[in-house]
T-cell receptor, first 115, second 113 residues
Framework: GAGVSQSPRYKVAKRGQDVALRCDPI?????LFWYQQALGQGPEFLTY????????KSGLPSDRFFAERPEGSVSTLKIQRTQQEDSAVYLC?????????????FGPGTRLTVL | AQSVTQLGSHVSVSEGALVLLRCNYS??????LFWYVQYPNQGLQLLLK??????LVKGINGFEAEFKKSETSFHLTKPSAHMSDAAEYFC???????????FGSGTQLTVLP
């Protein structure tokens, strides 16, 4: 079946521009997670949803970052007034439930480059 | 709070040799532990996970890992490396009420012919 998909795969933005990154989770998956992966580092947690409810956004680095999942399926991560330090790969993952120990299924990521 | 440490950012082995990738965790409560593999321009793929029960966990592609509470370790092994194993490997964990994963910084595995 179809896995997690993300679009666009690559995004180049000028400093100060707003960007929107889309995640399509596996159909029926309750949980959705966003991670940020800087070059040469492991992914770092940003936020997660259970259906449409955003249960934890403690990893969002600033108030320029905003995520939503209005219908409990597709999610969008928005970054306003992008800065060079926002350059990273943004990974989305989904999971069938919200239970500890569940596998998270990852998408291929969106590589954001801010010039 | 959970933290995960991977010792060795780069590991090289010869084809057919033992693969050993090290991972240590710190957690105040019993953790859930995972190993993921990442190929270039692809998402992370789960190799194996430990939740409860048997401490020796077998995964895909011949990999296995052993949860050792006394050593706070979850090292990944494979008896015989194959060229196709060359990739980046991430150890990750979660614990308590947290559902998000905490990742180590990754280990790049190179397999030499």
């Amino acid at each position: 079946g179809a896995g997690v998909s993300q679009s666009p795969r690559y995004k180049v933005a000028k400093r100060g521009q707003d960007v929107a990154l889309r995640c399509d989770p596996i159909s029926g998956h309750v949980s959705l997670f966003w991670y940020q992966q800087a070059l040469g580092q492991g992914p770092e947690f940003l936020t997660y949803f259970q259906n449409e409810a955003q249960l934890d956004k403690s990893g969002l680095p600033s108030d320029r970052f905003f995520a939503e999942r209005p219908e409990g399926s597709v999610s969008t991560l928005k970054i306003q007034r992008t800065q060079q330090e926002d350059s990273a790969v943004y990974l989305c993952a989904s999971s069938p439930r919200l239970a500890g120990g569940d596998e998270q299924f990852f998408g291929p990521g969106t590589r954001l480059t801010v010039l | 709070a959970q933290s995960v440490t991977q010792l060795g950012s780069h590991v090289s082995v010869s084809e057919g040799a033992l693969v050993l990738l090290r991972c240590n965790y710190s957690s105040s409560v019993p953790p859930y532990l995972f190993w993921y593999v990442q190929y270039p321009n692809q998402g992370l793929q789960l190799l194996l996970k430990y939740t409860t029960g048997a401490t020796l966990v077998k995964g895909i592609n011949g990999f296995e890992a052993e949860f050792k509470k006394s050593e706070t370790s979850f090292h990944l092994t494979k008896p015989s490396a194959h060229m196709s194993d060359a990739a980046e490997y991430f150890c990750a964990g979660s614990s308590g009420s947290a559902r998000q994963l905490t990742f180590g910084s990754g280990t790049q595995l190179t397999v030499l012919p």
